[in-house]
Structures are given as C-alpha cells and as structure tokens.
C-alpha cells in the first residue's frame, strides 16, 4: 500500500519532517553534599561554644524589662502545660492585661515563645529564669549552625579559600559575624526576645529544607518548608517576609526555572494564609482592632505632616545602616523624640534615601545580569551577585519594620535588625575573605594579612562590645535603665523609666529614715525633673502621669507646700483626665490630705470637680469624686453643697439633691 502524501494548500507535495530528538532536562546542581557533620562538625561546634562564650553568662540573669508581659506576670505562662490553650486561643498579651479593651492597637499573636516558657515552667517550675536564659542562647547558637550550612551549601567553593583555614572562608565567617554583632543583645539577653530568634530560626528552617525539596524532588521537605514558616510566623509576623527571601535565594543561587519556584512558593503562601486565618480566629480582626492610636505611645509619628513622617522614617533607616556598621552607644529605646523629628530640609534623610534606592537599584541589576549567565553565580571575587543578594535580603526582611508599610509603636529598636543583620553578616564574610584579597592580587584568592588582621580586629571589637552592654541586662533593671538614659535623653521612656527606679530603689528606702531629710528632698527634686521632662515630650504619656501625682505627693511630705502640690495636681488631671490609674493615685493623695484648709483644698476640688470635670467635661462622675472629697474636708461648706446639688440634678438623683439642699439650707441657717 502506498504512503499517504500530504500537499501544501498550493497542491505542492511536503516533505516529511522527522521529529526533534528530546532535549534531557539539565540536572539542578545538588545544594547539599552528604557528610555534613562528618565534614563540620568542628565549624558547628565552635559556633555552639562560640554562642555560649559571649552570652553564657545571661544564664545567671533574672526577668527584665517586657518579660513581665510574657511570663511572670502573663497567667497564662504561669498555669504551664495548662495554658497551652488559652496561649494559643488568644492576644499574646491578653494574660497580662487580662481585659481585652486594654490590648495593644494591632494585636500581639506570638503564642509560640509563650508556649516555650509555659513548658519551661512546667518541667522546670516558675521562677527560674535562668533556664529561659540558656534555652535563648542554645536557640541563638543553633540559628548560627544552620546559617552556616545555608551558606555553605550556597557557595560551597567560599568555605575554604585556597591554602586557607575553615575559619577564614565566607560560611563560618558570617555566622561568626552573626553571632558576635553586638545589635543582638537585647534579642538574646531579654528572655522576651525570643519571639526574634524564633522566627528567624522558622524562616531559614524553611529556606534549608526548600533547598533540600529541590534537591531531592521529595514532597515532605515542601511540607517540612511551609511547617517552619508556619512556626516562625507564630513567633513573630516579620517571618513572613521569606515569603520573598526564599524564592530571591533560589533564584540567585540556581537555575531552577521560574515555573518551578512558583509552583513550590504556592506551598508557603498557604503556610502564610493558613496562619493569617489562625490569628483572625485568635484576635478577632485583621490588622485595626477599632482602637485609636492618636497617642504618641502608640504612634510616634503622631502630628507630623506626610514630608515629616517619611523624612524620619529614612532618617532611622540611615541610623540602621550606621548601627550595623559601628554598633555604639546601644539603648532599649528609640522612641520619641531620642530619634528627633525631621524635614527633607536635613540632609541625613536625603543621604538615607539615595542609599536606599542607590543600593536596591543596583542589586536588582546585579541580580538580572547574573540570571542571564549560563551557570549559577559563584563567589569568586571578581562577581558581585553575593553581595547584591546580600542587600536585597537586607531591604526585604527590614521593610516590614521600617514604619514604611507597617506601623510599628516606635521609631525604630535594635532588635529590628536581628533578621536583616544576616545579609549584613554575609556581606562583611565575603568582602574580608573574598574581596579584600581579590583587590591585593593575592593569587587563589588566599586570605591576605591585612583581611586576617581586619577579621580579628571585628571579632574582638564585636566581642567586648557584647560584654560590656550585657551587664546592663544583669542585676534588677538598674543598670538598663541607666544606660538607656545616658544614651536616649530625649525620650519620654527613657526620663520616666529612670524616675520610677529612682523613686523605688533610692527614695523609698530613704522615705522614713528622719536622718535623710535632706537626701530624699535632692531626690524628690530630681524624681520632678525627669517627670517633668517626660511629661514635656509626651504630655499625655499614662504612665508618666501617674508617676506625677506620686512624686508632687513626694515633694510635699518634704516641703509641706500644699498649694504647690494642688497646682501640680491640677495642672496634671486637666492634661489626662481620663487617665483612670493616675485619678485613684490622685484622690488616694487627697484622701490623706483631709483636714487640711478648706481655703486650698476645698476650692482645689471646686475648679476641678465643677468647674473642669462638670461644666467642660460634663463628666459627671469624675465631679461628684472630687466634690465629695471636698465635703468630707469641710462639710460646712456651702459653695461645695450647691455644687453637689447641681451635679447630682443633672445626673438624675433627685433623692441625693434634695438630700444635699437640706443640708445647704441648714448651714445657711447656721450663718
């Protein structure tokens, strides 16, 4: 039978075209060779000890600073393996604050670190904060071994550069770095930070084991990825940005096809909706639970016009960049005005912004011209794909703190970078151990004298750094208090922390001694100034309200000037007078007064009561407070009686009215 022929539309007879040989896929390269810790189990142990040297004394430190609010005082740490439920049911916060209306603007759903401390007190008992303080540096060290097998997998060739140590190459290097950078402190010091080091370790969990998915082709190290980024996302919501991190990583360090890191990034971004849906079970909202925030607590950027608020925002962002390069002085508190409010009059924001921009630009660039070439980028001195990654990974994990898309309740904190750091710890490795060399023309790329000198010179430098902040962190708070004083005097924080330690560490030992007259008068005199000065910056700050009316009370029992006290108490309840703890500190203070001349006290509470709380406020209840204090001082008082009878009309209590007009009718009778 003869072959069927096939014509073109013309009638022209096709030749038959002979099928295109298949083309074999290209295998991806292997991120991981086998023997790892038969190879470096040395590198990761002298990261383990390493860990243990800088920071193995916090294991002797107490609770400090926000671990009231996760643990001693949080009741749902306290119950242990019992409030693993509530913890993970509920706001973060909710144990401590106990009523919902008192949560924080935003909400605070990290239950994981909650979770480790309640097992903690559970297999160990409450009060023993050094066990939280040794699990915090073991998880830090950790974090710092898997950084190192990251990396090492990543540019295997940069572990050991030519007739070089392990020690000298780019992988030990940055998790060196990492673990010596002093900005960590507060993450690992404050048993609260391991919110920070928990979601960094769920985030490069989750970047390892995609490495290993593709690797392998094996489906359970794609749920293994989406279950660490699902773990660090409840430690704390800025691991969500490796949802960017770990496709940016596989893209620079492979060729696997765009189609493929799609495909498998699907898996993480249900990890990160799955976690979404969990925390609006949890809090009940998304991001705005209703709450105001026109506070300055809670936004710092409270009263600054658009050009303002961003000309600040990358004003802090260049302090990141300067901290992370010479880290010093360190504080706990970046919150108004330590970080002063700008235009784009400064020149420091316009620096900050041309870096930024500069920078990221620049990367990206590096980053596309690198994907074009044949083979996966390398570290060899003469590319810069390393270092472009390096700041993109830096300006993807710093967004989501920098208050450009997020607000945060500050300007800005140290442990903001404990994430970003590790593209700052990369960058340094490659340019001591890859570039330096490379720009001395040292053949092989061998670490050159001045590269080993300079290595040495950081890790010292890094290293008593951490030693001599981590005292601060010691004994009861003093010391932290201190320090952030000395180095954040302009912030609200910072002047009414340090009055509130004086006034209990120092003034309420002295207060009935009568031998120190004259010592509690200096400190109740210094208790004002730093009040005062909290108050300035912030006039509605609660808590420093608060501690007003306790030092004005201070001041009298030293100079019995009641007139001055009742002007500064009026001064105070007219600039927060719905400050609900600063009021009962208040009337408990004029409680104590009774007795005293109705010429001061009682027209004191007849400004304050009718004058401020009923006819401005038409607060009613806050008036008869005050007016009632005023009747028990001096019950003949007939302008205070016609006050009452007036408040308690427009309440809608004639009995109690009526009551009082008799008793004004009698003292007018009496006259």
Request: charged share 15%.
């Amino acid at each position: 039978m003869a072959a069927k022929k096939t014509f073109h539309p013309t009638g022209k007879p096709k030749r038959p075209v002979p099928p295109r040989p298949a083309v074999p896929r290209q295998p991806q390269p292997a991120f991981f060779q086998q023997g790892f810790w038969r190879h470096h189990r040395i590198p990761a142990l002298a990261l383990m000890v390493l860990s243990f040297l800088l920071y193995g004394i916090t294991v002797t430190y107490g609770y400090l600073q926000d671990d009231q609010l996760v643990i001693w005082d949080n009741t749902f740490v306290q119950k242990g393996f019992a409030g693993l439920r509530e913890i993970f049911s509920f706001d973060s916060l909710l144990g401590y604050y106990k009523d919902p209306k008192l949560l924080l603007e935003g909400g605070r759903y990290r239950p994981l670190p909650l979770a480790t401390y309640a097992i903690e007190i559970g297999l160990f008992g409450k009060n023993n904060p050094g066990i939280s303080h040794f699990f915090n540096v073991l998880l830090y060290g950790g974090t710092a071994v898997l950084l190192y097998r990251i990396v090492l997998a990543l540019i295997p060739q940069a572990a050991a550069p030519a007739g070089a140590t392990w020690y000298l190459g780019v992988p030990f290097l940055a998790s060196a770095i990492f673990l010596m950078h002093p900005l960590h402190t507060e993450a690992v010091a404050n048993i609260k930070g391991r919110d920070e080091i928990l979601a960094l370790l769920g985030g490069l969990g989750a970047l390892y084991a995609m490495m290993k998915y593709f690797d392998t082709d094996q489906h359970r190290w794609l749920f293994a990825a989406a279950g660490c980024l699902f773990l660090g996302l409840l430690s704390k919501e800025n691991a969500m940005t490796f949802l960017a991190v770990i496709p940016l990583t596989l893209w620079v360090f492979s060729r696997i096809p765009a189609g493929r890191l799609l495909a498998s990034g699907l898996v993480l971004a249900a990890a990160a909706f799955v976690f979404i849906l969990v925390r609006y079970k949890a809090l009940g909202y998304m991001v705005n639970n209703g709450k105001s925030a026109a506070e300055l607590t809670l936004d710092p950027f409270l009263g600054m016009s658009a050009g303002e608020r961003f000309a600040t925002i990358f004003l802090t962002l260049g302090w990141y960049l300067k901290l992370l390069l010479f880290p010093h002085p360190l504080t706990i508190d970046y919150y108004p005005y330590h970080v002063p409010k700008v235009g784009w009059s400064d020149w420091r924001p316009i620096v900050s912004l041309a870096l930024y921009l500069g920078a990221g630009v620049w990367a990206a660039r590096q980053v596309a011209k690198a994907r074009k070439q044949d083979a996966a980028p390398t570290a060899t001195a003469e590319g810069w794909v390393i270092p472009a990654y390096c700041i993109l990974f830096y300006l993807l994990t710093v967004s989501v703190v920098s208050n450009i898309f997020v607000s945060t309740s500050t300007f800005m904190n140290e442990r903001y970078l404990y994430m970003p750091s590790v593209g700052f710890s990369l960058l340094a490795a490659w340019l001591l151990a890859w570039k330096l060399p490379a720009w001395q023309q040292k053949p092989g790329y061998k670490p050159a004298l001045a590269g080993v000198v300079l290595i040495g010179l950081l890790a010292v430098l890094y290293s008593l750094r951490v030693w001599t902040r981590l005292p601060d962190w010691g004994g009861n708070g003093q010391g932290l208090v201190a320090s952030a004083l000395k180095a954040s005097p302009g912030s609200y924080r910072a002047n009414y922390y340090y009055a509130a330690m004086l006034y209990q560490e120092r003034y309420r030992k002295l207060e009935n001694d009568p031998g120190a007259a004259a010592a509690r008068k200096r400190l109740a005199d210094a208790l004002n100034f730093y009040i005062d000065k909290s108050l300035k910056i912030n006039p509605g700050y609660r808590l420093a309200g608060t501690m007003k009316a306790t030092v004005a009370a201070a001041r009298y029992r030293e100079d019995r000037q009641l007139d001055k006290l009742l002007r500064e108490l009026e001064a105070l309840t007219k600039s927060q007078p719905y400050n609900g703890d600063m009021l009962i500190n208040l009337l408990d203070i004029l409680k104590s007064l009774k007795g005293s001349d109705p010429n001061l006290y009682n027209f004191f509470c007849h400004r304050v009561g009718f004058d401020f709380y009923f006819k401005e406020k038409r607060d009613f209840n806050g008036a008869a407070a005050f007016l009632n204090l005023a009747l028990d001082n001096y019950p003949l008082d007939a302008t205070i009686l016609q006050d009452l009878i007036d408040v308690y009309t427009a309440m809608g209590d004639p009995g109690k009215a009526t009551e009082l007009r008799l008793r004004l009718q009698a003292v007018n009778a009496g006259r």
